[in-house]
């Protein structure tokens, strides 16, 4: 059960935009609209940020927004804040694999 | 309010099983599924198999079959993952989470999580 490829990092200066992106396959984010995102402070729990694709929970900035096309979705941080600096997780249904999450995106803010 | 409880920190010898728990609270127990993810120091995220409470019906992680069981107690709702014949590679931070939008669909997604529980494999 092969992760999804996310990069290792990425940064962006407070006020900009950065994108993170999540490779899988068409047996996970290619082949459902179920792909969500969570942020992860050091030593906290994971909290979901964006579901089904680009659908935000209550409560969470639309500064923050999803999208997909084939096998990678993305995520777009717009506006970057200082809170923002966290990592992020990618997660996709997989069938009767059940689920799969991204190798992880450490968000730095210059 | 949800809220998902887990029990506290394991330290365990090579070979051993672990039993953690987490308790939920703030919704019915029966109705939602609930997950089990770790994460090992400084790794990513790995999901391990999920329990319908209500039912009891499980499913794991092909990585984790024969050597996960997931439990539950409705009369504390409770669910429990036991993992056995542990090696160093187990040492992680253990997280439930609560799938949202009801058995049987659900929605696919983790929308409230315990606070984790930190089990030390070392001999």
């Known amino acids: 059960q092969s992760a999804l490829t996310q990069p290792r990092s990425v940064s962006g200066s407070p006020g900009q935009s950065v994108t993170i992106s999540c490779t899988g396959t068409?047996?996970?984010?290619?082949?459902?609209?179920?792909v969500s995102w969570y942020q992860q402070h050091p030593g906290k729990a994971p909290k979901l940020m964006i579901y089904?694709?680009?659908k935000r929970p209550s409560g969470v900035p639309d500064r923050f927004s999803g999208s997909k096309s084939g096998n990678t979705a993305s995520l777009t941080i717009s506006g970057l804040q200082a809170e923002d600096e966290a990592d992020y997780y990618c997660?996709?249904?997989?069938?009767?694999?059940?689920?799969?999450f991204g190798t992880g995106t450490k968000v730095t803010v210059l | 309010q949800v809220q998902l409880v887990q029990s506290g920190a394991e330290v365990k010898k090579p070979g051993a099983s672990v039993k953690v728990s987490c308790t939920a609270s703030g919704y019915t127990f029966t109705g939602y599924y609930l997950h089990w993810v770790r994460q090992a120091p400084g790794q990513g995220l790995e999901w391990m198999g999920v329990?319908?409470?209500?039912?009891?019906?499980?499913r794991y992680a092909q990585k984790f079959q024969g050597r996960v069981t997931v439990t539950r107690d409705t009369s504390t709702s409770t669910v429990y993952a036991e993992l056995s014949s542990l090696t160093s590679e187990d040492t992680a931070v253990y997280y439930c989470a609560r799938e949202p939008g009801g058995v049987p669909a659900g929605d696919k997604n983790f929308d409230y999580w315990g606070q984790g529980t930190l089990v030390t494999v070392s001999s």
């Open positions: 329990i319908n409470p209500g039912e009891s019906s499980t």
């Open positions: 997660c996709s249904y997989a069938g009767s694999r059940g689920y799969v």
């Open positions: 068409s047996s996970d984010v290619g082949g459902y609209n179920s």
């Open positions: 089904d694709v680009s």
